[in-house]
């Protein structure tokens, strides 16, 4: 019996390199269909956000020279880019899927709205929101604790390249050790970087679980529906 009936999942635009050096790795993203399929035979309604880091990060284009605000909305363009490239491979895989975008963009996805997002999933769809919160100056992780909520999803999980949360970054610092579980506001005391703030003042004032793991393991994502303890769990 599955645990979570609904999911909002984060998945990491510099992921999805694989082992380029930047764009989209086309093994990376089959991966991810394939774990996706895994869990919507499994009745599993599912709602995903994708993140833009590798194609164009917006607060990494101030130091280029770009005006935060244009940069920003570069930024949401690579995350459409990034959806529109799962989109593809989830048809490939047979699975049905949409994107809405909260920019409006018509025909590249429908315009975002939470009935819609929620009819969807309920008939069997996989439903990819990009372009973030549509707005400047607020991150993909915001976007997806936004979303989590709005969709009444029952967790988000955050698909990274690591297996959970440490007391500092583990592929710097093997020295660091693994939380099972922790609360977010023990996460905003130690100053771990799990999320912005703004997405972690969302989780804990609307009591959304996070769960940090591996998307990059194939077969993680079915484990963590099932109830396998894997990653780490932020809880309220």
Not at 53 to 67: P, Q
Not at 139 to 163: C, F, N
Not at 178 to 198: N, P, Q, W
Request: aromatic share 6%; charged share 25%.
């Amino acid at each position: 019996m599955n645990v979570y009936k609904r999911i909002l999942l984060k998945l990491s635009g510099e992921s999805l390199m694989g082992s380029q050096q930047y764009g989209i790795d086309e093994v990376r993203l089959n991966e991810y269909a394939s774990q996706i399929k895994e869990i919507l035979s499994l009745g599993v309604e599912t709602g995903i956000v994708f993140g833009g880091g590798n194609i164009f990060r917006g607060i990494g284009g101030t130091a280029k020279g770009f005006d935060r605000v244009k940069g920003d909305q570069m930024g949401m363009l690579a995350t459409v880019i990034n959806s529109l490239a799962l989109h593809s491979a989830l048809e490939n895989a047979d699975v049905k899927s949409a994107v809405l975008t909260a920019i409006r963009m018509e025909p590249v996805g429908e315009y975002y709205n939470k009935c819609r997002a929620i009819e969807l999933m309920q008939h069997g769809y996989v439903v990819i929101i990009a372009a973030g919160t549509g707005n400047p100056f607020f991150t993909t992780d915001t976007a997806a604790a936004l979303r989590a909520i709005e969709i009444e999803s029952d967790v988000l999980l955050k698909g990274t390249r690591v297996d959970g949360i440490y007391t500092a970054d583990p592929e710097k610092d093997s020295s660091a050790v693994k939380f099972e579980d922790i609360s977010f506001d023990e996460v905003y005391k130690r100053g771990l970087k799990v999320m912005d703030l703004t997405a972690i003042t969302l989780c804990k004032d609307n009591k959304m679980p996070l769960v940090v793991f591996n998307m990059d393991m194939p077969g993680n994502l079915k484990k963590i529906v099932i109830g396998d303890k894997i990653g780490t769990i932020v809880h309220p």
